[in-house]
């Protein structure tokens, strides 16, 4: 096994390797002094071939969401190793792969985000003229470029501030030089910034012949970052990233450009005195996650056009006369929540069944807002207003399809609504008439055999049983089969517990395979 780990580890040396055994996550060596010293888990050793031992520090798997934020804020890239095979199904070593690299700047799950902010990634090309930029937020499918000098990319880093940022390997002085050591950064080859490379990653995704459609095909150095994004997630095992749809111009003729100094010094987004509140502090009373975030980029990025400017104010005095309209709006937007963030995990297929639902209840109150928005007496409304879209089909196959409050994970069952699959509700059916029927052998052989404290009980090791208390053995049928002595009582087991026991696990077992399938083609 350790052969297995150290083969794994050396596909990313650099990364903390959370490596699956059984019911844990455990990390060796190395790794388990840094995992041991950040996570405060105790370090401990195990054996490594005949006489030797390997430090080791592990946590339980179903604690890995209270574990990999606390790494990923450390500023540690994560190799998460997976058992790719059902331990029970093999009797050699349990096939292993990284199932995904998790870094400071790739990232969907929720402890690690902050609903307030981006988690951008940023990649910078140096080109012979101008310096290339990009930007994903993979947890929203946002993608951004741009290309100009020096300054104006520091300014888009500071204002966009990524969590991670690439950059050519070798070109680390060229990097700090320009834009400081504060970012967390990450190098890659070469080979990764060449136009052919990052060409023909992007057209491949966005399935078309050019870029020309996305007012990018000019920014040959942006078009490299960007590209080289893309790779980036190739390589960390993000490749379902069907929610990144296109690729958007950063405007600068549209803003005022903010270097750092000035953002800092009028305290627009943090403040300078320990004390103190930034400007976006004092306004930021929006209520979902998603504003929060617009927020926070309109702040950095300020209109520079009067006629937007103009559209903007009217919007917010409408809210001003029409209190009516304005609480409406509200009461439905706290029902939408961090819709954005949802569609992503359901593009990763990393949606809970909770978050399906809540998906629901977000189309569900655009609804209201829509038509809200159509009857309004303001052009910018109305212009929304018809943009919405209710997404009819997937609000109602939800609604038909899951259960109102179901649990946080599809394995636990209890998913699927009944009604949606005949093969299900029959399943179902065995399953829970099953646990009468157990009642109705209890109270018959109770009675047969004349014992009045006989039950059927169930355990992990033999099954169903039927427990008899010492005072009432000598009653017990011959028929039955002893299976367990106890201080006060004795368990037997017989051939009608048996059928039924098969019949009844049987189907508990294939209720959740069949909820799985059933719900993984519904976020298909």
Known sequence: MMK???????????????????????????DAIVASEILGITLTKRANGKGKTVEMAGFPHHALDTYLPKLVRAGKRVAICDQLEDPKMTKKLVKRGITELVTPGVSINDNVLNYKENNFLAAVHFGKASCGVAFLDISTGEFLTAEGPFDYVDKLLNNFAPKEILFER????????????????????????????????????????????????????????????????????????????????IEEDKYVRLDKFTVRSLELIGNMNDGGSSLLNVIDRTISPMGARLLKRWMVFPLKDKKPIDERLNVVEYFFRQPDFKELIE???????????????????????????????????????????IQADNASLNWIGEQLSLCVTIRDRIAKEIKNDPPLAINKGGVIQDGVNADLDEL???????????LQ???????????????VAYNNVFGYYIEVRNVHKDKVPPEWIRKQTLVNAERYITQELKEYEEKILGAEDKILVLETQLYTDLVQ
């Open 331 to 373: 009461e439905q937007l706290h029902l939408i929540g961090d819709l954005e963030r949802i569609i992503s995990k359901v593009a990763v297929g990393r949606v809970s069944p909770r978050e399906v639902v809540q998906l629901k209840v977000a189309l569900q109150a655009i609804e209201p807002i829509k038509l809200a928005c």
């Open 428 to 438: 179902r059916r065995i399953s829970y008439s099953g646990k009468d029927y157990l």
């Open 170 to 249: 070798g070109k680390r002085l060229m990097f700090e030089g320009n834009f400081g050591s504060k970012f967390f950064t990450f190098e890659l080859d070469d080979w990764v910034f060449t136009e052919t490379t990052a060409r023909e990653k992007l057209l491949k995704h966005f399935e078309t012949k050019n870029l020309k459609g996305f007012g990018v095909e000019h920014l040959k150095n942006g078009i490299i970052a960007s590209g080289a994004i893309l790779q980036y997630l190739t390589m960390t095992q993000h490749t379902q990233i069907g929610h990144i749809t296109s690729l958007a111009r």
């Open 441 to 455: 052998i209890q109270q018959r052989e109770s009675e047969r055999t004349g014992i009045p404290s006989l039950k």
């Open 4 to 30: 297995q780990f150290l083969d794994l580890k050396a596909q990313h040396p650099d990364a903390v390797m959370l490596f699956r055994c059984g019911d844990f996550y455990e990390t060796y060596s190395t």
